[in-house]
């Protein structure tokens, strides 16, 4: 009887062996003795990492399987014994497969130069996780802006005021301009890399630069939507507002949108003379257009509908309710259900050729 149960187990052990080599993950299936083999669970970890959760604390403490699972699968390091958590070694190792893993290192090494460095060289946002020591360390902080431009949220308020570092992070991410110093907000020179690399950056800048002409252009051109974070003055200037509807600000999306959207933006109720190049949307032509005549699509309510706004479609009252004639029918009913109503897409589209067609009326 001993015999045939040891066979068994034999025969089991080999059919979960071939298993695992496909799929570690069919270690969770193993029972009790089979789980807790050295040689199945490493087979499993070295075919995919997070097998080594399925095995016993004894296994999750033996640094060979811990390693080989690391490599496999650095997010594996979670499942480790503390010790092996606090093994310099491993957690690099862990760390360069996947930065996050860092999140289960011990604290020790998570302020340590060399883990910290592994692992924002992979991704920025490990930033997040590193020590507060290391947020003041240049050489650490500068590997992760080059790597993601927002780390620099996560640095010192001394490293953002350093000029090189920032130029660096504008330069991976316009909008990381938002958490530099104000004094490098108002930079000129480093506000003109950002919004060549991200319109939008303009948003960041200081007041000041934001009503400065020039800088204004540059943005526009990069992107349309830029023109909303303008200063005022330059949303009614004639020169600004041609730059933004231009090339419709929208390269960036591979899409052509029409250029009346980003003319919304402009100051309101200011006629500009503007030219209208929209890619495979539109022609070209010279129009004379006022924001403020861009209104809703036919069959919507006009309250609390500005230019590119898309209410919903008119509704008859509920029977029974205050919109009922003396003879108890519905007031307007019939008038309502031969109003067109729009999906969301059908609005845009009605609502984009209606404002091409007022431009080209008030350009008559």
């Given amino acids: 009887m001993l015999a045939r149960l040891r066979e068994q187990r034999r025969l089991d052990k080999a059919r979960l062996l071939e298993a695992v080599r496909l799929d570690g993950m069919a270690l969770r299936h193993a029972k009790t003795p089979l789980y807790a083999d050295a040689e199945l669970v490493m087979a499993a970890v070295e075919e995919n990492g997070w097998a080594l959760r399925f095995t016993t604390a004894t296994l999750q403490a033996s640094r060979p399987i811990v390693l080989a699972a690391v490599r496999c699968s650095g997010g594996a390091l979670r499942y480790a014994a503390a010790a092996l958590q606090a093994d310099k070694e491993i957690?690099?190792?862990?760390?360069?497969?996947?930065?996050?893993?860092?999140?289960?290192?011990?604290?020790?090494?998570?302020?340590?130069?060399?883990?910290?460095?592994?692992?924002?060289?992979?991704?920025?946002?490990?930033?997040?996780?590193?020590?507060?020591?290391l947020r003041s360390e240049r050489g650490v902080v500068l590997q992760a802006v080059r790597q993601w431009g927002s780390a620099l949220r996560y640095a010192s308020d001394a490293l953002r005021s350093d000029r090189e570092l920032v130029a660096a992070a504008v330069a991976q991410d316009g909008r990381a301009l938002r958490y530099a110093s104000e004094t490098l907000q108002a930079d000129r020179e480093l506000v003109a890399a950002a919004v060549l690399q991200d319109g939008v950056a303009l948003m960041h800048a200081?007041?000041?630069?934001?009503?400065?002409?020039?800088?204004?252009?540059?943005?526009?051109?990069?992107?349309?939507?830029?023109?909303?974070?303008?200063?005022p003055s330059l949303r009614a200037d004639r020169d600004v507002v041609t730059a933004a509807v231009s090339f419709d600000g929208c390269t960036s999306h591979r899409t052509a949108r029409p250029a009346a959207v980003h003319l919304c933006l402009a100051h309101p109720g200011v006629p500009t003379l503007i030219r209208l190049s929209s890619g495979r949307a539109f022609s070209t032509w010279q129009v004379l257009?006022?924001?403020?005549?861009?209104?809703?699509?036919?069959?919507?309510?006009?309250?609390?509908?500005?230019?590119?706004?898309?209410?919903?479609?008119?509704?008859?009252?509920?029977?029974?309710?205050?919109?009922?004639?003396?003879?108890?029918?519905?007031?307007?009913?019939?008038?309502?259900?031969?109003?067109?109503?729009?999906?969301?897409?059908?609005?845009?589209?009605?609502?984009?050729?209606?404002?091409?067609?007022?431009?080209?009326?008030?350009?008559?």
Wanted: hydrophobic share 40%.
């Fill in 289 to 364: 257009a006022t924001p403020r005549r861009l209104g809703p699509p036919r069959g919507c309510r006009a309250r609390g509908a500005g230019p590119g706004h898309h209410a919903r479609p008119t509704r008859a009252p509920r029977a029974g309710g205050p919109g009922r004639d003396a003879d108890g029918g519905r007031r307007g009913a019939v008038e309502a259900e031969q109003r067109p109503r729009y999906s969301r897409s059908r609005q845009l589209a009605h609502s984009q050729r209606a404002a091409t067609e007022n431009l080209l009326a008030l350009g008559q």
């Fill in 206 to 231: 200081s007041s000041a630069l934001r009503a400065d002409k020039q800088l204004v252009l540059l943005a526009v051109r990069e992107t349309g939507r830029a023109l909303r974070h303008a200063d």
């Fill in 91 to 133: 957690v690099i190792e862990a760390v360069t497969n996947f930065v996050f893993a860092l999140e289960h290192a011990a604290r020790a090494l998570r302020d340590d130069a060399d883990v910290a460095a592994a692992a924002v060289s992979q991704d920025g946002r490990a930033l997040s996780l590193v020590g507060e020591p």
